[in-house]
């Protein structure tokens, strides 16, 4: 996989223009946020998915008026080409509609309700761009972490990036995806924004792929971390950072702290900082 991702990373490099935020761009205060040396960072999960709709802008707003580290969002794109905030490749889930998310225009998809099937009293609640979600963002002091679904082209991450290049919000935005081709890209296109490896497995050759990406950090479920603990400290020397997720208990919250885990992503981010607040 290191390979691979060596190969891709010169072979996008050499087809694409050159960036012209670059320059004069770093990642190094997010980097900080995503790779720590001491405590955890914690990231409420689609907002704050236990408390509201996930991916909506009342979810967010919740994570945001309690100041969390990082607030996570997935994008998918729309028929005509809009990023909006969802997780699933279909609208079936979490709105009164169905169908795939590519196959509906923006129009459709604000058409829907995304709120009432987590409870009456978010009846009416629509599913946000890219762009509604930024302008939420940017006035607070919360950071993002934005997860690219599917395939992208180069055309499709610049425009993300112009988004956010438009509130200044470099240091504030970490990219992350499964996709290591998104991955790719963004080193191309993007390097002075920090991404994130997601992954389903954890060995020697997934930290040798993230630092090929230049990734500052490797995200993944708390069972494939376990399948070797002792990485944790490994990639921490290497300056990746690990973000494990979802966990929504205070016995898993306790084993992440205690095997060194950066970043904890949860449903409960306010639960998980009033207990961080008097176990660090």
Do not use: C
């Amino acid at each position: 996989m290191a390979l691979f991702a060596a190969f891709l990373v010169l072979m996008l490099v050499a087809s694409l223009g050159s960036n012209p935020y670059a320059a004069n761009a770093s990642t190094l205060q997010l980097h900080g946020a995503l790779s720590r040396d001491e405590g955890f960072g914690i990231i409420a999960h689609r907002g704050a998915a236990s408390d509201a709709p996930e991916n909506t802008l009342v979810a967010m707003r919740i994570s945001f008026d309690r100041g969390v580290d990082f607030v996570e969002a997935d994008l998918h794109l729309t028929a005509d080409g809009v990023p909006v905030l969802m997780h699933d490749p279909t609208v079936d889930r979490t709105t009164n509609g169905s169908g795939e998310v590519a196959d509906l225009t923006l129009a459709e998809i604000k058409a829907l309700d995304a709120g009432s099937w987590f409870g009456p009293e978010f009846a009416g609640e629509p599913v946000p761009t890219l762009e509604e979600f930024l302008d939420e963002l940017t006035p607070t002091n919360s950071r993002a972490l934005i997860e690219l679904k599917g395939q992208w082209n180069d055309e499709q991450v610049m425009h993300a990036v112009e988004l956010l290049h438009d509130r200044y919000l470099v240091d504030r935005v970490a990219f992350e995806s499964f996709e290591l081709e998104n991955l790719v890209r963004l080193e191309a296109l993007a390097p002075e924004f920090a991404r994130v490896m997601l992954t389903r497995e954890w060995n020697r050759e997934t930290l040798e792929t993230a630092s090929v990406l230049g990734a500052s950090a490797v995200g993944a479920r708390n069972r494939v971390f376990s399948s070797n603990f002792g990485l944790i400290s490994e990639a921490r020397t290497l300056g990746i950072g690990t973000m494990v997720y979802t966990l929504n208990s205070k016995s898993k919250w306790s084993k992440a702290r205690n095997r060194g885990i950066d970043l904890i992503i949860t449903d409960n981010p306010v639960a998980l900082e009033d207990w961080r607040g008097v176990n660090l």
